[in-house]
């Protein structure tokens, strides 16, 4: 009788114990879920997928990426492009210059023409602070030019950032690149929060590794979706730090 108890008791004590190992597991496990919200941030800090912004993907390299490798200029551009394409910001109209195919805000700060007069955004600086803060976890330390895109040029000026065509641009003759992306998982981890995902570049059905240096591959012309990208895609790893109740870019590299 008294074995038969025993041999109760040790089964009652077996299942509690790995009932209260299946809650603490479901729990560790919720609690280092990123949420979906939160998750579609961090992934816009990025780069944009309109590839005629700043530098277009450019975290996406054969080489490890961080806060110093961006060209200062490159960081305010990619701030800047988060906010000129989702907020709705004052639009002036400057007059054309006498006998010239451009306007002036200043004498050292001339827009090309749109018909004849100059359409041109403006920009609070504070916004651009705040979401160089949020996105890089450090205070932007100087104000430069920088072109926006193929054809909009960016100027700082006392309290804005006023953006307009530039006088000058490149136009690029040729396939025009394509490039995909798709989340693995995201996971954290104590003060971190990393994302893996992979990547695809193809110009001319040639598929490219990584954005910047063209690292050829070997892919088959056909639909590109999750499966694709994942048998043929490059791998990527890209860490967020947290600060207080925020997470901002810190490193991407490729994993292979």
């Known amino acids: 009788m008294k074995k038969r108890i025993n041999r109760s008791l040790i089964i009652k004590i077996c299942l509690i114990i790995i009932l209260i190992i299946i809650v603490i597991f479901g729990l560790t496990k919720y609690l280092n879920r990123v949420k979906k919200d939160d998750l579609n941030e961090l992934y816009t800090y990025l780069g944009e997928n309109d590839l005629d912004y ?13 806060y110093d490798s961006l060209a200062n200029s490159e960081r305010i551009c990619n701030v800047t492009a988060m906010l000129y394409l989702k907020e709705n910001y004052e639009n002036i109209t400057l007059e054309k210059d006498n006998n010239k195919d451009s ?16 359409n041109i955004k403006k920009i609070k600086k504070e916004d651009i602070d705040n979401q160089y803060l949020k996105v890089y976890g450090r205070k932007l330390e100087q104000d430069e030019e920088f072109t926006l895109n193929k054809r909009l040029v960016c100027y700082p000026n006392e309290d804005y950032y006023y953006c307009g065509k530039a006088l000058s641009y490149t136009v690029t003759v040729g396939e ?37 240096a063209l690292e050829e591959i070997d892919c088959p012309k056909e639909e590109i979706d999750y499966r694709y990208l994942k048998k043929y895609g490059t791998l990527y790893q890209h860490t967020f730090q947290k600060d207080g109740n925020n997470y901002y870019w810190v490193s991407s590299k490729k994993l292979k």
Not at 55 to 63: A, Q, T, V
Not at 186 to 197: L, P, R, S, T
């Open 54 to 66: 700043c530098n277009g993907l450019s975290k996406y390299s054969k080489d490890d990426i961080n």
């Open 103 to 118: 306007c002036s805000l200043t004498s050292d700060i001339v827009f090309a023409l749109d018909d004849n007069t100059c």
């Open 176 to 212: 025009v690149p394509k490039t995909y992306r798709s989340i693995k998982k995201a996971v954290k981890k104590k003060d971190q929060i990393i994302i893996y995902d992979y990547f695809l570049k193809t110009v001319n059905d040639i598929c490219y590794s990584n954005y910047d």
